[in-house]
């Protein structure tokens, strides 16, 4: 085993897929995640919940689990719309511990797929899919990224990348931790792609942002669920991850247009509307979403 440690956080969201399992469509995320990767996560309540199941309703795990519920069956959505359009390749950027490749084997068997993330979390999760899952599909290609020297281009280039084919990107949990202007160059970089392209990616609201600033200055959550949120981002701080880049609430059309996409939806994540849809909410009332309520999922297409 390397003496790299993964990315905590996409162990995180491989936890959080675990741990709503049968709700989640990610069957495979409970295999790969074993006692290495639960002692990574430290103290956090996914952690235990994966190991004794004592605290599944502790309100972190319930969000988490909620959260990823939707985010996944936000993206499958999307996936599975695109290859009915024709798309030939899938492109997951930021991989983490995505099971795309494996999960829809039989869907993507016409087209190739790209897994892109950097050498310590790409390293590991490959070793826990060799143990665990088995063989990769023969149209899955891994691809390492080292951002100090390289560019997405050329490192997509490099491993047989085609920007001639229609191509569908999947961008989760990767926007918040960047730069605005990574997030910006990467998502103009996706709009000069073939014509009929898509992408789905995740973002923090701008205020999220704000509030973390303000934190750090010595401001308190006024609430219990708002202090469940900042402990959460806290954490992953403390990880070495924290979240630094937001769209102002309401804005990511603009956003997204102004880098030349088309913007097609824009889904709150712990909205009423994505409860309704993904969580099988059916009151004639507010979902009562106690924290990530400033955390929203969208997709684009290209022009």
Do not use: C
């Amino acid at each position: 085993m390397s003496n790299e440690l993964p990315s905590r956080t996409s162990i995180w969201a491989a936890a959080a897929r675990a741990v709503g399992a049968g709700r989640n469509p990610d069957y495979l995320a409970a295999k790969l995640i074993g006692a290495a990767e639960r002692a990574l996560l430290g103290e956090h309540q996914l952690a235990r919940a994966l190991e004794f199941g004592d605290n599944l309703q502790h309100l972190e795990v319930q969000s988490a689990m909620q959260t990823l519920i939707v985010r996944t069956k936000f993206v499958d959505e999307g996936l599975e719309r695109a290859i009915a359009g024709g798309v030939t390749q899938v492109v997951i950027l930021g991989a983490g511990w995505d099971t795309r490749a494996h999960r829809f084997a039989d869907l993507l068997r016409g087209a190739r797929v790209f897994e892109v993330d950097q050498a310590a979390t790409q390293n590991w999760k490959r070793r826990r899919v060799g143990e665990t899952i088995g063989a990769d599909p023969a149209n899955l290609t891994y691809l390492l990224i080292d951002l100090r020297h390289q560019t997405l281009a050329d490192v997509l280039s490099a491993g047989g990348y085609d920007p001639d084919q229609k191509t569908f990107f999947i961008w989760e949990g990767v926007t918040m931790y960047l730069p605005e202007a990574a997030v910006r160059d990467t998502l103009l970089w996706i709009a000069q792609q073939a014509q009929g392209s898509s992408v789905v990616f995740d973002f923090a609201h701008r205020n999220l942002i704000d509030s973390i600033a303000a934190m750090a200055k010595g401001w308190e959550p006024p609430t219990e669920a708002a202090r469940v949120g900042m402990d959460r981002l806290r954490q992953i701080k403390a990880w070495g991850e924290p979240w630094i880049f937001g769209i102002p609430d309401g804005a990511a059309d603009a956003f997204v247009s102004e880098l030349g996409l088309a913007h097609r939806e824009t889904l709150g994540m712990a909205s009423t509307e994505a409860a309704r849809r993904y969580l099988s909410w059916d009151r004639d009332e507010p979902f009562p979403a106690a924290i990530r309520q400033f955390y929203s999922i969208a997709e684009a297409t290209v022009l």
